[in-house]
């Protein structure tokens, strides 16, 4: 049976050494503190998470294939320097019937060591691609030492938190919640009011799908799918933060359909939350078939960004206003993600 660390990839992006990938990965071209574009990051670590499952699933199932389900969690804990070579550690650290959480550290090493992000990925395993599709039952895996298995528990513990999330979202405000929402619709009912409306802080795109976005036969890459997603709401978080909106946790990421080639795909961002420096961007992408007979949801993506200046010192936000039902529950669902967050750091 094989343990953990059994299964571990590891990986370096050499942009110390590589001037043309260092300049591919900026987002401007000068001297800037969290110079690194975080839309790529995803990208490598999405196929990294896919490389990782799928070295395990096919000591037992050769032909088979994995697909992300969801992006977990990314916990961004510094900003990465550009000018250093990234080092990706990748494990698995828990298998279900059929799916994986993969666990991935992203590091600078040298002086002084960097832990950038710590990332978790739920994989699963299938038989085959399109409507034919199912689930392989995979062997678990040997926790020995307490690390592995504390990683494991976290695992479970960590789906159980979001499935305890998901059924609190239909849950009522508690009073101080409810206190909050109040206070701010009040304020808008006062004369002069000159506060920023939620309902303004909306971007969307429209792309369609070409074969160089393919990943298996006539499916599209997820990781270029969720770079994308991150781009254009990064520009939306730009709507609200008055110096420069940095990423500061991926707390969500759900992968719900598959792409395919010709599909048109429309990308909706949208501000949902300000806190006193931070940022809540709820993102969604829909798929429509080239013949216009298929609509569905695609993916669905929660970011929380932070208001920086040049020196990454966290600078306040104004407070934004929900007007509408839909807004208060966004804006409430963003408020208790905040508050866990911040319990979690």
């Known amino acids: 049976m094989l ?34 574009r975080f839309g790529l990051l995803l990208e490598v670590l999405d196929k990294l998470a896919e490389d990782t499952a799928l070295g395990y699933v096919r000591r037992f199932a050769p032909g088979a294939r994995v697909v992300t389900a969801a992006i977990d969690n990314i916990l961004v804990r510094h900003a990465a320097d550009v000018t250093r070579d990234l080092s990706f550690y990748a494990q698995i650290n828990h298998v279900g019937r059929t799916s994986m959480e993969v666990g991935i550290r992203v590091e600078q090493t040298g002086e002084p060591a960097i832990h950038v992000a710590s990332c978790y990925f739920t994989m699963v395993a299938r038989s085959l691609e399109g409507e034919e599709a199912r689930g392989i039952p995979l062997p678990p895996l040997e926790y020995r030492d307490e ?111 598959p792409v395919r080639l010709s599909d048109k795909l429309h990308y909706t961002s949208r501000v949902v939350y300000t806190g006193r420096t931070s940022i809540g961007v709820e993102a969604s992408i829909e798929r429509i078939s080239r013949d216009r007979t298929t609509k569905a949801l695609s993916n669905s993506c929660l970011f929380t960004f932070v208001n920086v200046d040049r020196n990454l010192v966290h600078q306040p ?11 208060d529950a966004r804006f409430l669902a963003a408020y208790r993600r905040h508050e866990d967050l911040a319990r979690h750091r």
Not at 8 to 36: I, K, W, Y
Not at 166 to 185: G, V
Request: with cysteine; aromatic share 8%; charged share 25%.
């Open 147 to 257: 690390l592995e298995k504390r990683r494991a528990q976290q695992a479970i513990a960590g789906r159980e938190a979001y499935r305890a999330e998901s059924a609190a979202a239909l849950e009522p405000p508690s009073r101080e919640e409810f206190e909050l929402l109040a206070r701010l619709h009040r304020e808008q009912e006062q004369s002069g009011f000159a506060g920023i409306l939620a309902g303004s802080l909306v971007t969307d795109s429209w792309e369609r799908m070409y074969p160089e976005q393919e990943n298996v036969p006539t499916t599209i890459f997820g990781g270029y799918l969720i770079r994308r997603a991150y781009e254009l709401s990064s520009i939306c978080a730009e709507l609200v933060a008055p110096e420069r909106p940095v990423i500061a946790a991926v707390n969500r990421i759900n992968f719900f359909h």
């Open 3 to 36: 343990r953990p660390k059994d299964t571990s990839l590891t990986r370096t992006l050499p942009l110390g050494s590589d001037p043309a990938l260092r300049r591919r990965f900026m987002v401007v071209d000068e001297p800037l503190q969290g110079n690194l």
């Open 317 to 327: 936000v104004p407070t934004i206003y929900p007007v509408t039902y839909a807004e």
